[in-house]
């Protein structure tokens, strides 16, 4: 009996030559891969929230697809994170609970896996639309209308892929399976095709377009620095209308020069002398502000920034969405390629070797909706400024007030207060060449800054 019964033991072993490989992935690997990345990736998703709805630094329509993808990434750690990460700590699988909630759980969980792979991918494609049309990407205001019926129009049609979940799936022998075999194999091809490649090749085209474009201009301006330091300087000189004709040549002699700059010297004097006034004017009429070393130097990056800053930001948003594709893919690869081995390789696979390689690369999709907001912090330095102003007001530790100063709907930044400079007193007996270096560049940045707009 005893030699039987080992017999008969062996002989169930013997179909099941990887059913521990599961078990070691759930002890050494998921028990606490999982609670780390849903941790995480969970407050991570809260910040970049956070952070784009109050750093005021995004266009509306960049603003409707970022602010998507952070919530499809939240429900995905959710739905998807918290289910694995039950069934690994407490052994509890929520979808055998009964045939509604396998069926809603099943086909949301993988709903936001779709609809969050199309927000990214759908900026991607708008990112790489606007290499060939630049001009476009200054665009102000709300979200247009395109883009709000294009986000409607992915929502909709998402709902397509996940309703067989609804329909074939139930309680099955304790587990939430289809009911037919073929139905499984669909789902998985659909998962393949809808969820994997139409997204990613997306993202990999826009994201090879977007890089080529951006080391073709690089490449652009290299050569036209080195050509700029190769050529001679040349130098202009504003001459006034009382000048002759005959000294309104190209090249003009030094003591041709000289006589322009003295001729012109009740004029320079008359356009110093209202400068001057008009300083005066405004150091009377403003208070006295002081600023600290901190306060001063984020007011210059402020304004040095939005020289280069549109509303959408276009080259951090472009740094941004690249690292976030770059992460996709690194993420989503491994899964993609064990699924086309399976549905197309014609190979049969262990059951238990494909729960584990299910298990392993299901779960590394989920590097992709925690490591997203790492980047706000990495793609430029006014997104990591944004990030410690927002997490200093979050802290008590600084004012309620935007890194970018006051700022209107549209984008526009408003003309900050900056802080008194004394000039020092002209005299009526300089030359003008000492008379245009007395006035300074924040004096004259003062004076254009408080011109009425037309």
């Known amino acids: 009996m005893n030699i039987t019964n080992i017999t008969l033991s062996s002989d169930l072993l013997l179909p099941r030559p990887y059913a521990y490989l599961y078990e070691e992935l759930c002890i050494y690997f998921l028990r606490w891969y999982l609670p780390a990345t849903i941790i995480v990736g969970t407050m991570g998703t809260l910040f970049s929230l956070f952070f784009l709805f109050c750093s005021k630094l995004f266009q509306s329509n960049m603003l409707l697809w970022l602010s998507s993808i952070c919530i499809g990434d939240f429900f995905i750690l959710m739905l998807e994170g918290m289910w694995i990460l039950l069934k690994v700590w407490f052994k509890y699988d929520i979808r055998d609970h009964n045939d509604l909630i396998c069926k809603i759980h099943k086909a949301s969980s993988n709903y936001v896996l779709y609809w969050s792979a199309y927000m990214q991918s759908a900026l991607s494609v708008q990112r790489a639309y606007l290499v060939f049309k630049p001009l476009h990407a200054r665009g ?51 998962d393949l095709i809808i969820w994997g490649i139409i997204p990613l090749l997306g993202m990999t085209v826009s994201t090879v ?196 100063g006051a700022s209107n709907l549209s984008g526009k930044a408003l003309p900050l207060p900056l802080p008194s400079v004394r000039t020092p007193e002209m005299s009526h007996h300089t030359s003008p060449a000492k008379r245009f270096r007395s006035i300074s560049a924040i004096d004259i940045r003062r004076v254009v800054t408080r011109i009425p707009a037309r």
Request: glycine share 4%; with cysteine.
């Open 209 to 404: 377009v977007i890089c080529l474009n951006m080391a073709k201009l690089g490449n652009k301006f290299k050569r036209a620095k080195v050509a700029s330091s190769k050529r001679p300087r040349k130098f202009s000189l504003c001459i006034p209308s009382e000048v002759p004709p005959a000294a309104r040549r190209r090249g003009l002699s030094t003591p041709t020069i000289t006589s322009v700059l003295l001729k012109s010297t009740t004029d320079t004097h008359t356009l110093s002398s209202r400068i001057m006034d008009h300083l005066q004017q405004s150091e009377t009429a403003e208070t006295q502000m002081e600023f600290s070393p901190n306060d001063l130097q984020r007011q210059l990056t402020e304004h040095n920034s939005s020289r280069h800053n549109a509303p959408d930001n276009f080259g951090h948003v472009t740094r941004l969405l690249i690292c976030m594709n770059i992460a996709y893919m690194a993420s989503t690869f491994p899964l993609l390629i064990f699924l086309m081995f399976r549905n197309f390789s014609g190979v049969d696979v262990d059951p238990d070797f494909h729960r584990f390689c299910y298990y392993l690369f299901r779960s590394l999709c989920f590097l992709n909706s925690c490591t997203n907001w790492i980047f706000y912090c990495l793609v430029g330095k006014l997104f990591r400024e944004e990030a410690k102003h927002i997490l200093r007001m979050c802290c008590g530790l600084h004012p309620k007030v935007s890194s970018r």
């Open 140 to 190: 102000r205001g709300g979200i247009s209308k395109k883009h709000l019926v294009a986000w409607i129009m992915i929502s909709l049609i998402l709902i397509a892929p996940v309703a067989p979940y609804l329909i074939y799936w139930r309680i099955i022998d304790g587990d939430c399976d289809p009911t037919d075999r073929d139905i499984f194999y669909l789902t998985t091809l659909c």
